[in-house]
């Protein structure tokens, strides 16, 4: 059993930072993979960076050059550092593990980014 707990949200003016944090408890060892996702209001939900066991990341389009994913493996903590905010990056920010299954199924409760103008 593998639980996921987000932290470090909050409201930042555009062109701010921000470091959101993915804490991990539980059968840790099982985790291959932790994503970082987020959901607007009427929107629908999207990745926006991910992390392998092996440290590969990708990221989506709309954040690459921005956002940057990182590990403290012996934390078991997962980051995600967003620079250059724009008031479309507010959302609630979800992180995510998957195991074997290429299927993100295990969530956290998510933790709200708001970006202002």
């Known amino acids: 059993q593998v639980q996921l707990v987000e932290s470090g949200g909050g409201l930042v003016q555009a062109g701010g930072s921000l470091r959101l944090s993915c804490a991990a408890s539980?059968?840790?060892?099982?985790?291959?993979?932790i994503g970082w996702h987020r959901q607007a209001p009427g929107k629908q939900r999207e990745l926006v960076a991910g992390?392998?066991?092996?440290?590969?990341?990708n990221y989506a389009d709309s954040v690459k050059g921005r956002f940057t994913i990182s590990r403290d493996s012996a934390k078991n903590v997962v980051y995600l550092q967003m620079n250059s905010l724009k008031p479309e990056d507010t959302a609630v920010y979800y992180c995510?593990?998957?195991?074997?299954?290429?299927?993100?199924?295990?969530w956290g409760q998510g933790t709200q980014v708001t970006v202002s103008s």
């Open positions: 995510a593990a998957r195991g074997l299954s290429w299927v993100y199924n295990i």
């Open positions: 539980g059968s840790t060892l099982s985790i291959n993979g």
């Open positions: 992390i392998n066991r092996g440290g590969s990341t």
